[in-house]
T-cell receptor, first 111, second 109 residues
C-alpha cells in the first residue's frame, strides 16, 4: 500500500542553525505534500505545503523542497528558535485527497 | 482560530463500555476524517466521509463506526472498547488544506 516514510525520528539542532527533515513517498500519483507541527499536548497545526507543480516553496523561515523523480520532499527550518521545538509530520495525498502521514520527527532546539 | 470542535477532551472508561465522540466543523468543507494517534504518535486514518459517502480503512475494527447527521458533523462511536483503543482520536476536515481538531484522549482501563 501507499507509504510515507519520515527518515529522522528525532533531530536536535542548536538555536540559530538550520534543521532539515526528510520524507519519501510511494504513490506516484501524489500531488500534495503538507507539513504539520504538533507541540506537546496539542493537536496538529498546518505549517506549510507544496504541490507537485513546483519544486520549492518558502514561507518566512520554512522552505519545502520536492523532488518528484526521487519521490522525496523535505522541510528546512532556517534560523531555528526555541519555539520550533515540536513533532513535525510530513504527509502526502492519495486516493481522492486523503492524507497519509509519516511517523513524525521530534525536533529539539538547544540553546 | 479553532474551526474543528471535538468533545470531550478526555474520556476514561472500562473495557467493554460504549463511547461516543463528537466532532463539528464550521468551515463548510465537504470532507471530514477521523484519525487515530497512538502512544508513539503514529497517525492512522480511520474513516473519511464526503457527500454522504463513507470510506473505511479496512484495518479498522468493526466496533468502530462513524455517524453523520450533516456535513458539519462526524461523530465516532466505539462499541465495547478494548485496551488497545486507548489513543488520541483526531477529527479533521478538508478544504484545500486539512484542519485538525484538538483531539479526544481515550483511556481504557
Amino acid at each position: 500500500g501507499e507509504k510515507v516514510e519520515q527518515h529522522e525520528s528525532t533531530l536536535s539542532v542548536r538555536e540559530g542553525d538550520s534543521a532539515v527533515i526528510n520524507c519519501t513517498y510511494t504513490d506516484t500519483a501524489s500531488s500534495y505534500f503538507p507539513w504539520y507541527k504538533q507541540e506537546a499536548g496539542k493537536s496538529l497545526h498546518f505549517v506549510i505545503d507544496i504541490r507537485s507543480n513546483v519544486d520549492r516553496k518558502q514561507s518566512q523561515r520554512l522552505i519545502v523542497l520536492l523532488d518528484k523523480k526521487a519521490k522525496r520532499f523535505s522541510l528546512h527550518i532556517t534560523a531555528t528558535q526555541p519555539e520550533d521545538s515540536a513533532i513535525y509530520f510530513c504527509a502526502a495525498n492519495y486516493n481522492q485527497g486523503k492524507l497519509i502521514f509519516g511517523q513524525g520527527t521530534k525536533l529539539s532546539i538547544k540553546p | 482560530e479553532t474551526a474543528v470542535f471535538q468533545t470531550p477532551n478526555y474520556h476514561v472508561t472500562q473495557v467493554g463500555n460504549e463511547v461516543s465522540f463528537n466532532c463539528k466543523q464550521t468551515l463548510g468543507h465537504d470532507t471530514m476524517y477521523w484519525y487515530k494517534q497512538d502512544s508513539k504518535k503514529l497517525l492512522k486514518i480511520m474513516f473519511s466521509y464526503n457527500n454522504k459517502q463513507l470510506i473505511v480503512n479496512e484495518t479498522v475494527p468493526r466496533r468502530f463506526s462513524p455517524q453523520s447527521s450533516d456535513k458539519a458533523h462526524l461523530n465516532l462511536r466505539i462499541k465495547s472498547v478494548e485496551p488497545e483503543d486507548s489513543a488520541v482520536y483526531l477529527c479533521a476536515t478538508q478544504g484545500p488544506e486539512v484542519f485538525f481538531g484538538k483531539g479526544t484522549r481515550l483511556t481504557v482501563v
